[in-house]
């Protein structure tokens, strides 16, 4: 009987663990951006412009680009899956945050455990701008391509695609950078990193520190 019971014992700890044991409404996931999955896309695209503009069979360099382009698009596509799967999950308890890494209980830290990033405006601009003006650069290039051809063109097509991508990138950055909370979250255990950055929107950091025994991060 007594193994019976650490068994089940066991089972029950191991249960308290995991984040499958936690009900929805008491959850609060980071909101991730879609960065990966924007380059996936125009990564695939870029390869299946390039293999239906290529002669049959293709050449030995058309192979070697095509494979190139469409194993970073798959890479970068299973990179956005893998980051929403393994989501950093925080769920407060009696005034203690337990965060949840890849679905387990990675640790429990108070309130103050947990700071704000600050948004720094001017590294926003000098690294926004530049992308900004490359975007309307290649917009403006790839629709008097197309323009000028009065046909759809396969390189017209492909600057077009880059400008558009170059744009979603810039909204999903912002929207990220300003309409989401930042929160730097302690690591457990790591040679690389003290603290993680999880993004929630407002409605989930209200939810998160607004009770009277949760505390507000610094």
């Given at each position: 009987?007594?193994?019976?019971?650490?068994?089940?014992?066991?089972?029950?700890?191991?249960?308290?663990?995991?984040?499958?044991?936690?009900?929805?409404?008491?959850?609060?996931?980071?909101?991730?951006?879609?960065?990966?999955?924007?380059?996936?896309?125009?990564?695939?695209?870029?390869?299946?412009?390039?293999?239906?503009?290529?002669?049959?069979?293709?050449?030995?360099?058309?192979?070697?680009?095509?494979?190139?382009?469409?194993?970073?698009?798959?890479?970068?596509?299973?990179?956005?899956?893998?980051?929403?799967?393994?989501?950093?999950?925080?769920?407060?308890?009696?005034?203690?945050?337990?965060?949840?890494?890849?679905?387990?209980?990675?640790?429990?830290?108070?309130?103050?455990?947990?700071?704000?990033?600050?948004?720094?405006?001017?590294?926003?601009?000098?690294?926004?701008?530049?992308?900004?003006?490359?975007?309307?650069?290649?917009?403006?290039?790839?629709i008097t391509m197309?323009?000028?051809?009065?046909?759809?063109?396969?390189?017209?097509?492909?600057?077009l695609a880059l400008?558009?991508?170059?744009?979603?990138?810039?909204?999903?950055?912002?929207?990220?950078?300003?309409?989401?909370?930042?929160?730097?979250?302690?690591?457990?255990?790591?040679?690389?990193?003290?603290?993680?950055?999880?993004?929630?929107?407002?409605?989930?950091?209200?939810?998160?520190?607004?009770?009277?025994?949760?505390?507000?991060?610094?």
């Amino acid at each position: 009987m007594g193994n019976g019971n650490e068994a089940y014992q066991e089972m029950m700890e191991g249960a308290e663990r995991s984040l499958d044991y936690v009900p929805e409404d008491r959850r609060v996931a980071e909101r991730l951006g879609w960065q990966p999955g924007i380059w996936a896309s125009f990564c695939l695209l870029l390869g299946c412009l390039i293999l239906a503009e290529c002669k049959w069979p293709p050449g030995l360099i058309t192979m070697e680009l095509l494979g190139v382009v469409f194993f970073a698009g798959l890479v970068l596509a299973v990179w956005q899956a893998a980051m929403h799967r393994n989501r950093t999950v925080l769920v407060r308890e009696d005034g203690l945050i337990r965060v949840y890494r890849k679905r387990r209980l990675d640790m429990v830290v108070v309130a103050g455990d947990i700071r704000i990033e600050k948004a720094d405006i001017v590294v926003i601009l000098k690294i926004g701008a530049p992308l900004a003006i490359a975007a309307a650069l290649f917009l403006g290039v790839g629709i008097t391509m197309l323009w000028r051809e009065r046909e759809v063109s396969s390189d017209g097509l492909i600057v077009l695609a880059l400008g558009l991508t170059l744009v979603a990138s810039l909204a999903s950055a912002f929207w990220t950078r300003f309409f989401r909370r930042h929160l730097l979250v302690p690591v457990r255990n790591s040679r690389w990193l003290a603290e993680e950055t999880v993004l929630v929107s407002a409605r989930q950091f209200e939810d998160l520190f607004s009770g009277k025994d949760g505390g507000r991060p610094l």
